[in-house]
Every structure is written in C-alpha cells, then in structure tokens.
C-alpha cells in the first residue's frame, strides 16, 4: 500500500517563503509524476506545478500564477517531491495536495493522493 504524506505547511507572512514536502512509502518502483494542487475555499482545485519523467531526464510545469515564484524539485533515493515557494501572496492561501503516479509492479500503475497541508499567508 502506497502513502503519501505531506509537510511543510503553515502560516508565513506576505513575501515569505515555506518548502512543501511529499513522501511516499510503501512498495514503489518509481514514482513517474508527481504534481502539486491546491484548493483554496470556495474555489475549484487547481494544478500548481508539476514534474515528471521525460525519457532520461524530466519536465516541469507551473501554473501561470505561480512561475517564478516556486520551484518543484524531487529526491528519487528519499522518494520525496518538494515545493519551494517564494514570493508568498495572501492569494497561496490554500490546501495543497500532493499527487503522484506511482508505478508499483512491472506493470502495476496508479495515482495517489496526499492528505493535504494548509499554507495560510496573512500578516
């Protein structure tokens, strides 16, 4: 049984910064894409940024609203995804997900999902 569990979030101020972490247990072969979304109240749940597997090396994506302020990384050997944001707006303000496609046999694939963290930016 695959686990995602999330970390790092909390309550910073405009401009700050905070590290997003997502680690996986379980049996994993590889984890081939792993995607942040966050949902903030009264609103619908959007991507944020994304990584994943492209032949031997990898691809990144962000939302428009996000790029150059965050930055999504990966540790393979830890089986951890992170998220690095900048910049902080009170419009972060949100849940944050972790998603991941995970391949757990030789031909065994699903996704996953974390149990969310909050990020609250106010002063």
């Known amino acids: 049984q695959v686990q995602l569990v999330e970390s790092g979030g909390g309550l910073v101020q405009p401009g700050g910064s905070l590290r997003l972490s997502c680690a996986a247990s379980g049996t994993i072969f590889a984890i081939n894409v792993m995607t942040w979304y966050r949902q903030a109240p009264g609103k619908q749940r959007e991507l944020v940024a994304r990584?994943?597997?492209?032949?031997?090396?990898?691809?990144?994506e962000y939302a428009d609203s996000v790029k150059g302020r965050f930055i999504i990384s990966r540790d393979n050997t830890k089986k951890t995804g992170y998220l690095q944001m900048n910049s902080l707006k009170p419009e972060d303000t949100a849940v944050y997900y972790c998603?991941?496609?995970?391949?757990?046999?030789?031909?065994?694939?699903?996704?996953?999902w974390g149990q969310g963290t909050q990020v609250t930016v106010s002063s």
């Open positions: 998603n991941a496609g995970i391949t757990t046999g030789p031909i065994e694939y699903d996704e996953y």
């Open positions: 990584i994943g597997d492209r032949g031997t090396t990898y691809y990144t």
